[in-house]
């Protein structure tokens, strides 16, 4: 079982910044891979970015450039951060964090961002 806990949504302005977290309930070295995924209204979930465990770091086309994915430096490497820079009113969304435990899927509850214009 993973746990996984979002925060840091907000309201922003466009061009403006914000940095999402998400803390596991075990390490990012005991998992496959963690990363964010949103849903936009009435759109389907899409992939923002990835990080796997011992492979690359993958990236959306529409956030290359101004979305980080990164995990946590501390012993419990257990959060994964997205820094959002350059924000536009598309990237309004929930933002889900995402881990997968072998052939797993866990999902967080979501976290709104909306970005105004």
Request: hydrophobic share 40%; glycine share 14%; with cysteine.
């Given at each position: 079982q993973v746990q996984l806990v979002e925060s840091?949504?907000?309201?922003?302005?466009?061009g403006g910044s914000l940095r999402l977290?998400?803390?596991?309930?075990?390490s990012f070295l005991t998992l496959t891979a963690m990363g964010w995924y949103r849903?936009?209204?009435?759109?389907?979930?899409?992939?923002?970015?990835?990080?796997?465990r011992g492979g690359p770091i993958n990236y959306a086309d529409s956030v290359k450039d101004r979305f980080t994915i990164s995990l946590s430096r501390d012993n419990a490497d257990n959060t994964v951060y997205l820094q959002m820079n350059s924000l536009k009113p598309e990237d309004t969304a929930v933002y889900y964090c995402n881990a997968w435990l072998f052939d797993i899927n866990y999902w967080g509850k979501?976290?709104?961002?909306?970005?105004?214009?």
């Open positions: 840091g949504g907000g309201l922003v302005q466009a977290s998400c803390a596991a309930s075990r849903q936009a209204p009435g759109k389907q979930r899409e992939l923002v970015a990835v990080i796997t979501g976290t709104l961002v909306t970005v105004s214009s």
